[in-house]
C-alpha cells in the first residue's frame, strides 16, 4: 500500500524557519509531480508548491521567495524549506501526489506548522 508520510511541523517564532518532509512508502515506480497544500482553520485547503519529477516548481503567490520546494527522487520523498515565517503561514500542511501508478489524488496525513507572532 503507498502512504505519504509527512514530519517536520511544529512551532516557531515569526521570522523563523522549518523544513517539511513528505516520504512516499510502498511499492513506487515513479512518482511525477508532488506538491504541497495547506489549511488554515477556517479556511479552505490552497495550493503552497509542487514540483515535477524534472525539478520544475510552482508557487503560490503568497509563498514565493520564502518557501522552497525540493525532491529526492531517489528516496520519492519531497521537501518544503519554509523561511521568514509569518502567523498567516500557521496552517495543517499536506503532502499530496495527484497519481502514483494507478492511485489518484493520494493525500498525507497533514502536519501541523503554528507560527507565532
Known amino acids: 500500500q503507498v502512504q505519504l508520510v509527512e514530519s517536520g511541523g511544529g512551532l516557531v517564532q515569526a521570522g523563523g524557519s522549518l523544513r517539511l518532509s513528505c516520504a512516499a512508502s510502498?511499492?513506487?515506480?515513479?512518482?511525477?509531480?508532488m506538491g504541497w497544500y495547506r489549511q488554515a482553520p477556517g479556511k479552505q485547503r490552497e495550493l503552497v508548491a509542487v514540483?515535477?519529477?524534472?525539478?520544475?516548481?510552482n508557487y503560490a503567490d503568497s509563498v514565493k521567495g520564502r518557501f522552497t520546494i525540493s525532491r529526492d527522487n531517489t528516496k520519492n520523498t519531497v521537501y518544503l524549506q519554509m523561511s521568514s515565517l509569518k502567523a498567516e503561514d500557521t496552517a495543517v500542511y499536506y503532502c499530496?501526489?495527484?497519481?502514483?501508478?494507478?492511485?489518484?489524488?493520494?493525500w498525507g496525513q497533514g502536519t501541523q506548522v503554528t507560527v507565532s507572532s
Open positions: 499530496n501526489a495527484p497519481r502514483i501508478g494507478p492511485i489518484k489524488d493520494l
Open positions: 514540483i515535477s519529477s524534472g525539478g520544475s516548481t
Open positions: 510502498g511499492t513506487i515506480f515513479s512518482i511525477n509531480v
